[in-house]
């Protein structure tokens, strides 16, 4: 099968992207002590675990383990994947590559196209791996196997493109350390709010309500409704993981919100990189 | 083969080309000359669509050139040129040769006459973090002459090298212009473009100052250089 003209550009430059960001030792590094950490993790799934006198059921336990693990590794390849993506632009045009790939029939779309796509499945590539790493684990140690550790991580692949395309429109205007600060900054106010609302949410947030004047259009409600729900993501996808399932159309609005945003930067990107001059 | 019809670029209030406009066609040896800042680098930018014209319009091959197909036979060499420190020059032509969808043998082959054509063997297999500016320039030269192009652009070729390497280029330029390949030459080693081009322009301050043949241009014992001192001081 012969793959399109505007496509075949599109995955060379990918798999260059990939060649070149995988090659770094840093990432190999990263890579390696992720994954020492991950099988420290097999020790928590040995053992009994007390509560209020009572054995806690060990199915329980690894499906918990293996949330907050899964949780974890997510979180970690957000962080890396703006790490990855936030000097690309500028090191390309230091080392003459963009130079290079746009004065070959190349468009500048088919350029950041393949930027993002190469990013994307590295990066994906890379929390599947580290899912799998605690797939085996709990398989093996705790003869439990839950094949949806790959499919939450497919999902959460979906956090890892609005991470790359947010850092790569942020790096054009602005410094790259300033790009990577203002993501973190997106996921932390993302995670403020869901907590926030999590809590006014609960019974005891409702009695503290009860007490103070309600003001149902608060700026965490608002922001709340608005913001990037990069946690809502991952807290779908970890709700696929053991035999919880997900909860209907509810939990298919932190994807739509995402999707959305996806859609929204990416089109500024290719806007922006558009006008860049080349060097 | 190039066009440029009343073509402005402006930088907030800097006018870095001025209204030019002239042609270049099919088999031409052409020269681009002008000071520093006179706008030949914008102009070969702007060929490129590195960057976009304020006003005016340019065509490669028939093709405007914001259509990336314009590009499809065009051969690049820039000024400075560059290539990642952690790739070999034979993986840098390798790269090259893929973005112009060449495969294979068919890369294996066109490497090895871009490495021998500019007289890298030996070399190509090295981290071009051992390279000299020379060498890099040789390899870019190379990866220029990949997918043998109609049209080459070469954006002060002969910075960095050495009276041999530029008698070598000068040299090769000879012999591709005798194949028929159009070249556009940014340059400002004067004695050799009167040596390879037919026609050259001058630009000052981003305007056109005279499009014509290099043997009209140059009469009664002139030089070059002494035609390109009257053009840019004279005006």
Known sequence: MRVPENWASVIRLASFTIADEARQKSFIAILIICALFILMVRGCYHGDYMMNGQVVDSAKIIIMVSKITFHIIAGGVLFLAALLSMRIFRRDRGDGTQSCILSKPVSRRQYVSGKILGLWVLLTAVMIVLHGIVFLITSVSANMVMPEFFSASIWCSLNVLFVVLTVLLLSMMMPDIAALLCVIGIGMIGVAADGVFAVRHSPIGQAMMQHDAPSDFSVWQIIYTVWPKLFGVQSFAASRIGAEGFGGPVFAVPILNVGIYCMIIGALLFWRFGKEDID | ?235
């Open chain 2, 1 to 235: 083969m190039i066009e440029l019809d009343a073509v402005t670029k402006k930088y907030g209030s800097l006018v870095a080309v001025d209204n030019v406009s002239f042609s270049v066609g099919a088999g031409e040896c052409f020269a681009l000359l002008g000071p520093n800042g006179a706008g030949k680098t914008t102009i070969v930018k702007l060929l490129l669509d590195f960057t976009r014209p304020t006003a005016g319009h340019l065509s490669l091959n028939g093709l405007s050139t914001t259509n990336a197909k314009s590009r499809a036979f065009v051969g690049y060499l820039p000024e400075n040129h560059r290539i990642p420190t952690h790739l070999s020059g034979w993986q840098y032509l390798k790269r090259c040769a893929a973005l112009l969808d060449i495969k294979g043998a068919d890369a294996d082959k066109q490497c090895q006459w871009a490495v021998t054509l500019t007289g890298m063997q030996g070399r190509e297999h090295d981290k071009s973090g051992t390279y000299s500016k020379g060498m890099i320039q040789r390899f870019g030269l190379g990866a220029a002459l990949i997918g043998r192009p109609k049209l080459l652009i070469l954006d002060e070729p002969a910075a960095g090298l050495d009276p041999i390497g530029i008698r070598d280029i000068r040299r090769l330029l000879e012999s591709l212009k005798k194949d028929g390949m159009t070249v556009f030459l940014n340059s400002h080693l004067l004695s050799e473009v009167e040596k390879i081009c037919d026609n050259a322009a001058v630009i000052r301050r981003g305007r056109l100052m005279v499009r014509d043949k290099i043997s009209s241009l140059v009469r009664d014992g002139d030089t070059l250089e002494d035609v390109f001192i009257r053009f840019v001081k004279e005006g």
